[in-house]
C-alpha cells in the first residue's frame, strides 16, 4: 500500500497548473461512444479513475489511443457488446454514464451497478426515472442496470431534486431520441454545461445547460469530433484552500475563475486574500482564517467535494464555525482522522459539524477514505507540526493528477511511500530533518 509522508509548517509558494476536470472527463468519454466516427480529446487528466473508464470502453470494444499524458483518441465503429461487468465498472462512479451513451446509440445497455467514493448511499432512481421516461425498459437485475427499448421518444422529465449524474446520462441518450426532450431542474454543475458543449461537437442539439431547463432536439446520429475538457473546479479549488490553509502565496493557473466563485467568497468571508486574472487565481494569507458557516448546495451554492477542504481549514480559524453537508450523509468520516491531529470538531445529526479553531495541528498516522476527505488530510499534513503520514492514498490519486508532485513544486514536504519500506520513510526523514 501506498502513503504520503508529510512534513508539515512550510507555506506553499509558487505556482501550479490545474488539469482537466474528472467530473467532465468521464461524461465526455462515455460519450465518445455514441458515434462510429473518431473522437479526439485533450485536457484529459491522467488519473486512475479516467484509466479505468477508457478501460471499460476498451473491453465493450472501443479503441482507445493515448496520444499523450493528457490526450486521448478514439474510434467506437466496432462495439462489439453492450454488457460491461467487470471490476472497473463495478469500481467507478462514472461508468453509469455508459448506459445513457449506449441506450441513445444501440437502445440497449447491461452495465454493472457503479461504485465511486463510499459518501452516502447514492441511489439511482433519477436516472432510471428519466430513461423511463424516455421509453425505456430499465430493471436491475444480478447487479445490472439492464435498459432496453426499440426507440427513445422525446418527453419532459422533471427531476424533483437536481443531480448532476441523471442530468447527463439522461442527456447523453435524448441527444438520439426522436424528437425534443426538455429536462426541468437539471443540474446546472459546469462539467453538465461541458459534457452538453462536447455532444454539441458532435452533432447534438442540446440548449440551455447552466440554467434549469435543458432543451434536447434529437438527431439521427453523432459525428467525429476533437474537444479540450474544462480545468477541474474541485482541483483548483483544493489547490486555493491549501494555499490559505498554509499561509502561502500561490497562483493557480489554468482555471475558469467563475466555476470558484463559491470557494473565493468563502475565503474572502475569513480573511484570505484572492486576486481573479482571466485564467488564474492567486490565494494569499499570512494569518490564521476567521470563522464562518458553510451549508452545501447544489452549484452554485458551496460544492460538496469541497466540504473536507473548508472544514480542514476551517479547524485553524479564530473562531466557532459551523459546516452542514445537505447532499452526502457520509461526508465526515475524515473528521475522526483530523481529530487524531488536534482538531477539535463535533459532527451532530451526522450532517452538521461545529468546529472549534485550534491554534495548531499536530503529526498522526492518518487514513484516507474517500477521495476528497483523504485530499483534506493531506491539507492538514501540510498544516500540522511535525511528520504525518496519510495512507490508502489510491483513494486521492482516483482524482487529482500528480498530487504530491505539485505539493511539492509549491514546496511542501512530502513523498510518496510503500508503507513497508521503512527504509525509505527513514530516509525521508533523514533527508528534510
Ligand atoms: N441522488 C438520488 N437519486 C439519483 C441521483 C442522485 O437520490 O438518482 C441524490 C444523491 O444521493 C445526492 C444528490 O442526489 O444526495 C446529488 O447527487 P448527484 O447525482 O448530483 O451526484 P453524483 O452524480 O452521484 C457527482 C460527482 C460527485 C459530486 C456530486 C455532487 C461524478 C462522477 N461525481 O456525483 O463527485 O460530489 O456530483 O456535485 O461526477 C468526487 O468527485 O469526489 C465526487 C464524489
Redesign the pocket.
Known amino acids: 500500500m501506498e502513503q504520503y509522508i508529510i512534513k508539515g509548517g512550510k507555506p506553499l509558494m509558487g505556482e501550479v497548473t490545474i488539469s482537466g476536470y474528472?467530473?467532465a472527463a468521464?461524461?465526455i468519454i462515455a460519450a465518445a461512444i455514441m458515434t462510429d466516427e473518431t473522437v479526439k480529446i485533450d485536457n484529459v487528466p491522467d488519473i486512475s479513475?479516467i484509466d479505468m473508464l477508457l478501460k471499460v470502453i476498451e473491453e465493450l470494444g472501443a479503441k482507445v489511443d493515448r496520444i499523450g499524458k493528457n490526450k486521448v483518441k478514439i474510434n467506437a465503429s466496432k462495439i462489439s457488446t453492450v454488457t460491461a461487468d467487470t471490476e472497473s465498472v463495478r469500481k467507478?462512479?462514472?461508468s453509469y454514464y455508459l448506459v445513457g451513451a449506449l441506450l441513445g446509440r444501440f437502445k440497449k445497455a447491461q452495465i454493472a451497478l457503479p461504485g465511486?467514493?463510499n459518501?452516502?448511499?447514492?441511489?439511482?432512481?433519477?436516472?432510471?426515472?428519466g430513461f423511463e421516461a424516455l421509453g425505456a425498459e430499465v430493471k436491475i437485475e444480478h447487479g445490472l442496470i439492464c435498459a432496453n427499448t426499440d426507440k427513445l421518444i422525446g418527453t419532459s422529465i422533471y427531476f424533483d431534486?437536481?443531480?448532476?449524474?441523471?442530468?447527463?446520462n439522461v442527456m447523453l441518450a435524448a441527444c438520439l431520441a426522436e424528437g425534443q426532450t426538455i429536462i426541468e431542474n437539471a443540474?446546472k454543475?459546469p462539467?453538465v454545461v461541458d459534457v452538453a458543449n462536447f455532444l454539441n461537437s458532435m452533432g447534438a442539439n442540446i440548449k440551455g445547460t447552466g440554467t434549469d431547463v435543458i432543451r434536447i432536439k434529437g438527431v439521427p446520429k453523432l459525428k467525429g469530433s476533437e474537444y479540450s475538457i474544462i480545468p477541474d473546479q474541485?482541483e483548483a479549488g483544493t489547490f486555493m484552500f491549501a494555499a490559505a490553509a498554509s499561509k502561502g502565496d500561490v497562483l493557480i493557473k489554468n482555471v475558469i475563475p467563475k466555476h470558484l466563485e463559491a470557494f473565493t467568497a468563502k475565503l474572502l468571508e475569513v480573511g484570505v486574500r484572492v486576486e481573479e486574472y482571466d485564467d488564474a487565481i492567486r490565494v494569499t494569507t499570512d494569518t490564521r482564517p476567521g470563522s464562518t458557516h458553510v451549508k452545501t448546495l447544489?452549484?452554485p451554492g458551496f460544492?460538496?467535494?469541497m466540504q473536507p477542504l473548508m472544514t480542514t481549514l476551517l479547524s485553524l480559524s479564530t473562531g466557532t464555525s459551523i459546516v452542514t453537508e445537505s447532499?452526502?450523509?457520509n461526508r465526515f468520516k475524515f473528521v475522526d482522522e483530523l481529530t487524531k491531529m488536534g482538531a477539535s470538531i463535533k459532527v451532530v445529526e451526522s450532517n452538521t459539524a461545529i468546529i472549534t479553531g485550534v491554534e495548531r495541528l499536530t503529526g498522526a498516522i492518518v487514513s484516507a477514505s474517500?477521495?476528497?476527505g483523504g485530499a483534506a488530510l493531506v491539507l492538514a499534513g501540510i498544516m500540522a507540526e511535525g511528520y504525518t503520514i496519510v495512507e490508502n492514498v489510491e483513494y486521492i490519486e482516483?482524482?487529482y493528477e500528480d498530487f504530491e508532485y505539485k505539493m511539492q513544486k509549491l514546496g511542501a514536504t512530502m513523498a510518496k511511500v510503500n508503507s513497508n519500506d521503512t527504509k525509505a520513510i527513514r530516509k525521508f526523514k533523514l533527508k528534510v530533518s
Open positions: 474528472k467530473n468521464l461524461g479513475d467507478i462512479r462514472g465511486g467514493c459518501i452516502g448511499s447514492r441511489p439511482i432512481d433519477r436516472h432510471i426515472k431534486e437536481s443531480s448532476v449524474g441523471a442530468t447527463i443540474a454543475e462539467h474541485i447544489a452549484y460544492l460538496t467535494d447532499i452526502f450523509e474517500d477521495l476528497r482516483r482524482g
